[in-house]
């Protein structure tokens, strides 16, 4: 047995779970305590995209591994060798155990870095507002679903909601309708609907320039109530927010 970490409590029951590719899992549950950090005034709102993974309001950019993306040739050619064996027979199982063996090293990878980030994010900030988006309606187009399902979006805010639960932090998810990427953090000026070419724009109205996801980032952060950042009419913007975690 490899022990990924050592139980904090004695463990009330215990689940062994086989998964697709023959790899056995124990599953302890565990009694434990939250475990609050200590308080710091950072905050930070974040910008969820495809080609850079989270844009941060203080101008952090953090790329994801992808896994898929990087070994997709390898993906398809055992899908296909898959898909020519007879379903019941020895070389099928094989060939399935092969495929599944695959998915279980690249959900891994991608686990291992949203565990990591949520971690990193959570310990360095006291709130940290997210975005509400509608991933099962956007892996609906068939150009991005991979790339979405590749990235893992609804993970990491799982990840989010309960590490900031555990560790004493705010979590906070503002609607999926605020203009955050059109509307200028500097003013708060509305500009008109931009193209997902347009990564970097200029505010009509004061003249400044914006990196497109950076942009979205502050906004998404004055729409959780958490920056100085003023609106046009000189006061903070107000919105309604869902809090995750008091």
Same mark, same amino acid.
């Given at each position: 047995m490899v022990w990924s970490r050592p139980l904090p409590n004695p463990p009330s029951s215990v689940t062994v779970i086989k998964d697709s590719a023959n790899r056995y899992f124990l599953s302890f549950v565990v009694e434990i305590q939250p475990e609050a950090l200590p308080k710091t005034?950072?905050?930070?709102?974040?910008? &969820?995209?495809? /080609? +850079?993974?989270? +844009?941060?309001? !203080?101008?952090? =950019?953090?790329?994801?591994?992808?896994? &898929?993306? /990087?070994?997709i040739n390898n993906y398809r050619k055992l899908s296909k060798s898959l898909s020519k064996k007879t379903r019941g027979s020895k070389r099928y199982e094989k060939a399935r155990i092969r495929v599944a063996k695959f998915q279980a090293k690249l959900k891994d990878t991608r686990t291992d870095f949203l565990h990591k980030l949520s971690t990193k994010i959570i310990r360095e900030n006291q709130t940290?507002? &997210?975005?509400?988006?509608?991933?099962?309606?956007?892996? $609906? !187009? $068939?150009?991005?679903? $991979?790339?979405?399902?590749?990235?893992? *979006?609804?993970?990491?805010?799982?990840? &989010?909601?309960?590490?900031?639960? =555990?560790?004493?932090?705010?979590? $906070?998810?503002?609607?999926? *309708?605020?203009? +955050?990427?059109?509307?200028?953090?500097?003013c708060g000026f509305k500009g008109g609907k931009l193209d997902l070419q347009v990564r970097e724009w200029e505010c009509l109205n004061c003249g400044a320039k914006h990196d497109r996801d950076e942009n979205a980032a502050i906004n998404i952060l004055v729409a959780g109530g958490h920056s100085e950042t003023k609106n046009g009419?000189?006061?903070?913007?107000?919105t309604n927010v869902k809090v995750a975690a008091p």
């Open positions: 005034d950072s905050s930070v709102g974040i910008d &969820l995209g495809i /080609k +850079t993974f989270a +844009t941060l309001s !203080n101008g952090q =950019k953090i790329d994801a591994p992808k896994p &898929l993306k /990087k070994r940290v507002v &997210l975005e509400d988006l509608n991933v099962s309606g956007m892996v $609906r !187009n $068939r150009k991005l679903s $991979r790339a979405i399902s590749d990235l893992g *979006w609804r993970q990491f805010r799982t990840f &989010l909601e309960g590490k900031a639960e =555990k560790y004493g932090r705010d979590f $906070r998810v503002i609607s999926r *309708w605020e203009p +955050t990427s059109k509307t200028c953090s500097s009419r000189g006061g903070k913007r107000k």
